[in-house]
Antibody
Framework: EVHLVQSGTEVKKPGESLKISCRGI????????IGWVRQMPGKGLEWLGI????????RYNPSFQGHVTISVDNSINTAYLQWSSLLASDTAVYYC?????????????WGQGTLVSVSS | DVVLTQSPLSLPVTPGQPASISCRSS???????????LNWFLQRPGQPPRRLIY???LRDSGVPDRFSGSGSGTYFTLKISRVEAADVGVYYC?????????FGQGTKLEIK
């Protein structure tokens, strides 16, 4: 059975760095795109970026480019989303998702979400 | 970015009755490969989104056949033939044809 297991809740201060993770279980990790989606409190869904683990092809939503970094470690089937300097406005739940090209294959799985809370 | 506009934003439905949600795109979602990458998701309270429909009309595994998707170009519809209590949550359309991918603003379905 396919699972995406995300790291736990984070409570941080503005200006701090953070790296959250998403481990793929039960499928060939390098065969599918990994994406990160943000959901701010009480709001809708936004794509931050995607990465193809097999060749590290990475695409960022221009709205988030330069503020977040997406990476993978294929030796442990894990993807990461990281910030070098958090803002209070980064407070949100972050979901990882594994899926086919354009989100248009029969493979689509989501992690349970990681809550990131940033406050002084 | 492609803007997806859903209607209605709130949808109260009596159990057993049908429901319909529309999703209008600011650009045609037909891809040069011949596919149209328009998906539908349901997010139940406190849960991650779950995809129901992909490429306009293909149901994901385990999704009841009460759910159906249709449309083309810039106008798409999700229909539920007979609403059940388990269908409560927020429905989102999402396009994958263009980067960045974008979601509609969501439609909250509630039981009357």
């Amino acid at each position: 059975e396919v699972h995406l297991v995300q790291s736990g809740t984070e409570v941080k201060k503005p200006g701090e760095s953070l790296k959250i993770s998403c481990r793929g279980i039960g499928y060939t990790f390098t065969d599918f795109w990994i994406g990160w989606v943000r959901q701010m409190p009480g709001k809708g869904l936004e794509w931050l970026g995607i990465i193809y683990p097999d060749d590290f092809d990475t695409r960022y939503n221009p709205s988030f480019q330069g503020h977040v970094t997406i990476s993978v470690d294929n030796s442990i089937n894990t993807a990461y989303l990281q910030w070098s300097s958090l803002l209070a406005s980064d407070t949100a739940v972050y979901y990882c998702t594994s899926h086919g090209n354009y989100g248009g294959s029969d493979f689509d799985n989501w992690g349970q979400g990681t809550l990131v809370s940033v406050s002084s | 970015d492609v803007v997806l506009t859903q209607s209605p934003l709130s949808l109260p439905v009596t159990p057993g009755q049908p429901a319909s949600i529309s999703c209008r795109s600011s650009q045609s979602l037909g891809h040069s490969d011949g596919n149209t990458y328009l998906n539908w998701f349901l997010q139940r309270p406190g849960q991650p989104p779950r995809r129901l429909i992909y490429k306009v009309s293909l149901r994901d595994s385990g999704v009841p056949d009460r759910f159906s998707g249709s449309g083309s170009g810039t106008y798409f519809t999700l229909k539920i033939s007979r609403v059940e209590a388990a269908d409560v949550g927020v429905y989102y359309c999402m396009q994958g044809t263009f980067w960045p991918r974008t979601f509609g603003q969501g439609t909250k379905l509630e039981i009357k």
